[in-house]
């Protein structure tokens, strides 16, 4: 079972909704990510956090917002998407700090399926 | 900046039969190696990973990779084929952080 817990699994929104997909975990890690996955294709990296620090954005447009309100939990605000933002959102974290094994293994949620209609 | 190739978008075995995922890295430094599995609609779960130390590596539902320099390699392979082991296969190398992945294998078992 994994330890990173993402809700809402599913969503389906409009273009001109705001919505937001949260993800905890609490094993004390303090790197988190977010990968956003289309069909047949590997994840594609999104955001980072560290220490609940803004530490890499590869250039995604601004309608997604992250937010990383304490150590446990991650949060992606969603507003004005457009349908070819639909794909599997996913979450995931590791440590960031101590032996370099600990912080580069990645443990990924379950992942949030968006439709943009 | 490092990356991996997986030979082979699609892999179809029969039940029981040996399975063999090819993956090769490219690293300017010693790479941190992973396997992760993808179910049909599911996340993605860790299978197994090199870091440092034993080159033949061990991961869950039977599978193990062996690390060769030599060859920059790292595929997975499981003796026996079960249908439960159809999914997506990616394989990932990681540095500080930044891990990036291999644009996945379909495993197909046919019973």
């Known amino acids: 079972d994994t330890e990173v817990t993402q809700t809402p699994k599913h969503l389906v929104m409009g273009m001109t909704n705001k919505k937001s997909l949260k993800c905890e975990q609490h094993?004390?890690?303090?790197?988190m990510y977010w990968y956003k996955q289309k069909a047949k294709k590997p994840p594609e990296l999104m955001f980072v956090y560290s220490y609940e620090k803004l530490s890499i954005n590869e250039s995604v447009p601004s309608r997604f917002s992250p937010e990383c309100p304490n150590s446990s939990l991650l949060n992606l605000h969603l507003h004005a998407l457009q349908p070819e933002d639909s794909a599997l959102y996913l979450c995931?974290?590791?440590?960031?700090?101590?032996?370099?094994?600990?912080?580069?293994?990645?443990?990924f949620g379950e992942g949030s399926w968006l439709t943009v209609v | 900046a490092q990356s991996v190739t997986q030979l082979g978008s699609h892999v179809s075995v029969s039940e029981g039969a040996l399975v063999l995922l090819r993956c090769n890295y490219s690293s300017s430094v010693p790479p941190y190696l992973f396997w992760y599995v993808q179910y049909p609609n599911q996340g993605l779960q860790l299978l197994l990973k090199y870091t440092t130390g034993a080159t033949l590596v061990k991961g869950i539902n039977g599978f193990e990779a062996e690390f060769k320099k030599s060859e920059t390699s790292f595929h997975l392979t499981k003796p026996s084929a079960h249908m439960s082991d159809a999914a997506e296969y990616f394989c990932?190398?990681?540095?500080?952080?930044?891990?990036?992945f291999g644009a996945g294998t379909r495993l197909t078992v046919k019973p």
């Open positions: 990932a190398v990681s540095l500080n952080n930044d891990m990036r």
């Open positions: 995931a974290s590791s440590q960031e700090s101590g032996p370099l094994e600990g912080r580069n293994t990645i443990y």
């Open positions: 094993m004390g890690h303090r790197a």
